[in-house]
């Protein structure tokens, strides 16, 4: 039977001379077509050609570390057009958000876009590393790879951090000035570490420039590599990780036994297994178009999500930065308020401690845990001590966030969210 | 080996069809607008330089028989009696500004000469200055456009005062 | 893959991207509908409408749909307010209701130079009227009420005997009237009673301000000011000439008028600037220069202009200095001196005076009525306080104090105030310390004043 139109037109087109410069494989007709696929494109070669059947399960992963590229993807190509007017200057930065609002087309969402993204991408990240802990997908052999995403968790803070300062409004300033003041708290570190931050001793025009610079550069040229060396792991370590089955081949070849021809091509070399070792015929399924397709769909879902909230509510935008004038409280961003409740009981304890330990803790994790049963499940029986630990620590920085963001006001002082607020007789 | 595990040939129903057809149009066309919305996004609505279109002041602040070289805007101000005209000082053959010569203006840069009507009478310049649309402001005052550009008949009459 | 899957797939992709579409179709019209693209057809339709000859009609036709601003670069501010105030320009529009009515112009002030918000405040890089009127939460300069406008001639001009704007002049002297500087510093003069006042036109709304005059406590909380009793007029003058206390300098060309020129002002520079040193009007003054009384019959203003722009090129060998006077100040003396034997100038100078009319000028300069009430009477309250829960009127120091007494007190003033009541709280004013403020010479003519006020002919008998 006929083909629907567009699918012929593709098929024509792919089969001219012109379309058989450019790509490689048409349309894949055939499995191997469908394998050759994956691996002669640029874009997609950084998959498998085969996937497991468990990793295309929705309800386990729950797809949380895509929609975190996907947010990635999304930030990057509102960043770069938002870069055409922006200007990091501590007198027209501010000047040039009112004008995206006002006189720029489409100026307004894409400035939202941006902001729900970066917001969403901080959420889904930390989902994330709550699913791949609670499925053990951190043990052997993907501890490097858990230390590669805790590596992208601060980086994700980092970017969030760094823009946050961009519109030099009262929230841009005041918050970025809570938060270099906390990381001014490390000892022997601290203040040096947060003059090298500000590029001087206030948040000022050197401070703009250098957080400018850190975001729309340095630290996404970071996480892109960090991605790219993460996205490859997964596929080194054997794909995702699923409920182990007899016959999971998980130890790697030595290097020593290389085969008698040494042609030294890519299939002697390649150490390591692929996701096909081992595997039943029907558990494998090819990743065109099962995955892929799959992915498409989840970043159409995504985009329309970034669009919906975009369209519908502002992002916030207060008045321009008084340094002679803080509000009162001034706060964090939402993902360190946690450690600004913190810092509110000990500047040391809750601001160098605590944080210190518990990132040292997420990156030592995998070599701290011994217990190699549980992978590839959620909440695990044989791993209940691992997750309850995981699970108190973790409640426990939901609750001080919320503290922080909804009990928390003037002076710092506890707050009944649900109270009218007291009628300021001050000011306006 | 494997048995071939492709889809069998499959017969695609009209609702089949019709959900690949408009799937592929809707995606295709969120595409196509979200790049056109890109661009447009890029094309500048309004810009931060001096006004092509500007005041040049009162009719009395110009002398009859005058070329007033109004700095900012790059134009001379032409006063003959009650007509008024306005030409371009940016000189056709590289971009200098011209200065005005007892008769004519005169480039400093590679020695082009204009007569009263910015004609080319010597040197590299290609072609005549240009003479700007001048009208009547609401508010009494001289009204330049640059974008609109004249022959050199062109001028702004007012009526003779008393 | 089997068909069903396939089918599902494509389903899906079907839904999420016409959901996606729909998006960015609604995402685009939401962008490209603006508010004042309606005006602006609403102008171009009236303008086609009124057009008499076929050219008009042409020009009017021609007119674009576009965002229009004006840029001030030194002022640093961009104004869109003209994007839907199309016919600002236009006498013809003058009954048209907003946004096309007419505005009318001030040669002084044209809008390429000035633009909008310097005096309407507002918002001014804003495209819709709510936010361009700036009654909108994180913006602190919303839209001055119209009978509020002339706080803002005071960012450029001088308050004093501004004939533009005659509600700021009388603003300020009912200020300087009441003895507010006795507890509020203003321009760097004043006590430290009450918060300084050279930003307050930028912190608070019109209706604060009225309020903290006539209710103080309710605005402010534990406030010791008290409340204002003024007649209307009076209260909403001394309320925009604080708004117009803004903090802001005018920069460069702007702050080259300050001095409106009127021979009321020049005056004032005659006074100031202490050409009475060396010149002598009615008989009194210096004897360096000529008498001044008949200058405006024997020279032209274009003259005088040069001369107090540079007395050695009209005159030389003048041994006058050259005083530096901006250009108003110099047209405002030469208004003054050309016009001096019609106003029968009755110079209030101060060398001319004695101690006591100077000590006079000195009590109202630093506000000392504020607390001390007009005129020395007393009377402001001050609650707990031993003396009957007020402020002391000064009529009767003489009575009680030496001069030198007198002068220790006002150099050290009295923190402490003796409290009625010990179990209430201590009195809110009290007396500060003025010795850092008021100099030897003026606090002479002030302790005359002071001892001068006692009522003559009265025996109090302590």
Redesign the interface.
């Known amino acids: 039977?006929?083909?629907?139109?567009?699918?012929r037109l593709w098929q024509w087109f792919a089969h001219t001379r012109v379309g058989r410069s450019i790509f490689r494989v048409g349309l894949p007709?055939?499995?191997l077509e469908?394998a050759q696929a994956m691996v002669s494109s640029i874009l997609l070669h950084i998959q498998p050609a085969k996937v497991h059947r468990h990793s295309l399960k929705p309800g386990y992963t729950l797809g949380l570390g895509l929609v975190s590229l996907d947010l990635f993807f999304i930030l990057t190509a509102t960043g770069v057009?938002l870069m055409?007017y922006y200007v990091p200057s501590t007198?027209r930065a501010y000047?040039t958000m009112?004008?995206l609002q006002?006189?720029?087309?489409?100026?307004?969402?894409?400035r939202n876009m941006h902001r729900w993204a970066a917001h969403l991408m901080v959420l889904f990240v930390m989902l994330h590393l709550c699913r791949v802990f609670y499925t053990g997908a951190y043990k052997r052999p993907r501890e490097f790879n858990w230390t590669i995403g805790v590596g992208l968790f601060l980086m994700t803070l980092g970017l969030s951090f760094t823009g946050y300062l961009l519109p030099w409004?009262?929230l841009a300033f005041w918050a970025i000035t809570v938060g270099t003041n906390i990381a001014g708290y490390a000892p022997v570190i601290g203040p040096k570490l947060q003059f090298l931050l500000l590029g001087g001793h206030t948040v000022g025009q050197e401070a703009l420039t250098r957080f400018y610079a850190l975001h729309v550069i340095v630290l996404p040229g970071v996480a892109a590599l960090m991605i790219s060396v993460h996205l490859w792991r997964v596929r080194k370590d054997g794909g995702l990780s699923r409920p182990e089955e007899p016959g999971d081949v998980v130890e790697q070849r030595p290097l020593e036994q290389l085969p008698v021809n040494k042609s030294y091509g890519l299939m002697e070399l390649a150490r390591g297994t692929t996701p096909q070792v081992g595997i039943d015929?029907q558990d494998e399924?090819?990743s065109w178009?099962?995955l892929v397709?799959?992915e498409?769909?989840l970043f159409?879902?995504v985009?329309?999500v970034v669009?919906?909230l975009?369209?519908f509510w502002n992002a916030?935008?207060?008045?321009f930065a008084n340094p002679i004038h803080p509000p009162n409280p001034a706060k964090a961003p939402w993902y360190f308020l946690g450690l600004q409740e913190l810092v509110s009981y000990s500047a040391f304890w809750g601001g160098v401690l605590v944080p210190g330990l518990l990132v040292t803790a997420l990156v030592l994790l995998p070599y701290l845990d011994r217990n190699r049963g549980g992978v590839g499940r959620w909440f695990a029986r044989e791993r209940v001590v691992a997750n309850t630990i995981f699970t108190i620590c973790l409640l426990t920085a939901i609750v001080l966030t919320i503290i922080g963001t909804f009990f928390r006001g003037p002076n710092w002082g506890w707050v009944d969210p649900w109270k009218p607020t007291p009628v300021q007789?001050?000011?306006? | 080996m494997n048995p071939p595990t492709g889809p069998a040939p499959n017969p695609v129903s009209r609702r089949g069809f019709f959900q690949l057809t408009f799937g592929w149009l809707a995606a295709a066309f969120a595409v196509a607008a979200s790049a056109a919305g890109a661009v447009r996004f890029l094309v500048p609505n309004v810009l931060f330089e001096p006004s092509q279109v500007f005041k040049a002041g009162k009719p009395d602040d110009f002398l009859d028989g005058s070329a007033t070289f109004l700095e900012d805007e790059r134009v001379f101000l032409v006063r003959q009696g009650n007509t008024f005209r306005c030409l371009s000082a940016i000189c056709t053959h590289l971009g200098c500004t011209v200065n005005r010569a007892d008769h004519g203006y005169h480039c400093p840069c590679h020695g082009s000469v204009f007569d009263d009507q910015g004609n080319v009478k010597s040197g590299p310049a290609p072609r005549a200055l240009e003479w700007f649309q001048v009208t009547f402001s609401k508010d009494n005052r001289i009204l330049v456009d640059k974008n609109r550009r004249v022959t050199a008949e062109n001028a702004l009459v007012l009526p003779a005062k008393v | 893959m089997n068909d069903g899957s396939v089918r599902q797939f494509y389903a899906w992709f079907t839904a999420l991207g016409l959901l996606v579409g729909a998006l960015v179709v609604l995402g685009y019209y939401k962008d490209q509908y603006r508010e004042w693209k309606d005006y602006q057809h609403k102008f171009i339709n009236e303008e086609i409408r009124r057009a008499a000859t076929p050219q008009q009609k042409i020009l009017a036709e021609a007119i674009p749909v576009e965002i229009r601003q004006i840029l001030l670069p030194e002022l640093n501010r961009v104004d869109r307010c003209t994007t839907c105030h199309l016919a600002s320009e236009d006498p013809s529009y003058g009954a048209y209701p907003q946004p096309l009515t007419y505005h009318p112009l001030h040669e002084q002030h044209p809008f390429d130079k000035f633009g909008c918000t310097v005096c309407h405040r507002g918002q001014g890089r804003a495209t819709t009227a709510e936010d361009a009127h700036g009654n909108v939460p994180h913006w602190d300069q919303p839209m001055l009420p119209l009978k509020y406008i002339q706080a803002s001639c005071g960012q450029c001009h001088q308050a004093a005997d501004n004939p533009g704007a005659p509600q700021l002049a009388r603003g300020q002297q009912v200020f300087e009237d009441s003895g507010c500087r006795g507890c509020h510093k203003l321009g760097g003069v004043g006590g430290n009673i009450g918060p300084e006042l050279d930003k307050v036109g930028a912190r608070h709304t019109p209706e604060w301000l009225k309020r903290h005059f006539l209710a103080p406590s309710t605005v402010t909380a534990n406030s010791a000011m008290p409340p204002q009793k003024l007649p209307e007029a009076d209260l909403e003058a001394v309320t925009l000439f604080m708004l117009s206390q803004t903090g802001e300098s005018a920069p460069g060309y702007y702050a080259s008028m300050k001095v409106i020129p009127s021979p009321g002002q020049g005056q004032r520079l005659f006074t100031q600037k202490g050409c009475i040193g060396c010149h002598s009007v009615a008989g009194q003054g210096g004897k360096v220069g000529p008498a001044l009384d008949d200058v405006g019959l024997r020279r032209s203003p274009e003259w005088m202009m040069a001369h107090f722009r540079d007395p050695q090129s009209v005159t030389p060998g003048s041994v006058m200095p050259k005083f530096g006077f901006t250009e108003s100040e110099a047209r405002a003396l030469t208004d003054f001196l050309v016009h001096l034997r019609e106003r029968n100038v009755a110079l209030s100078l101060p060398s001319l005076m004695g101690p006591v009319e100077r000590g006079r000028q000195v009590y109202r300069k630093y506000g000392c009525a504020g607390c001390h009430g007009a005129d020395a009477k007393g009377g402001v309250p001050n609650p707990n306080a031993k003396t009957a829960q007020q402020i002391p009127g000064l009529l009767y120091v003489a009575d009680g104090y030496t001069k030198a007494e007198l002068k220790m007190r006002i150099t050290k003033g009295q923190r402490e105030i003796p409290a009625l009541d010990a179990k209430r709280p201590p009195p809110p004013l009290y007396m500060p310390a003025w010795g850092s403020t008021i100099g030897e010479p003026e606090l002479n003519d002030l302790v005359d004043y002071l001892v001068s006020l006692k009522p003559k002919g009265e025996d109090v008998g302590f």
């Open positions: 039977m006929n083909p629907p139109a567009p699918k007709q055939s499995n469908r057009l055409f007198d000047q009112k004008d006002f006189v720029v087309s489409a100026g307004l969402l894409l409004d009262q015929p399924i090819f178009p099962h397709f799959r498409l769909l159409l879902l985009s329309a669009l919906f975009a369209i916030p935008l207060e008045e007789t001050e000011g306006h």
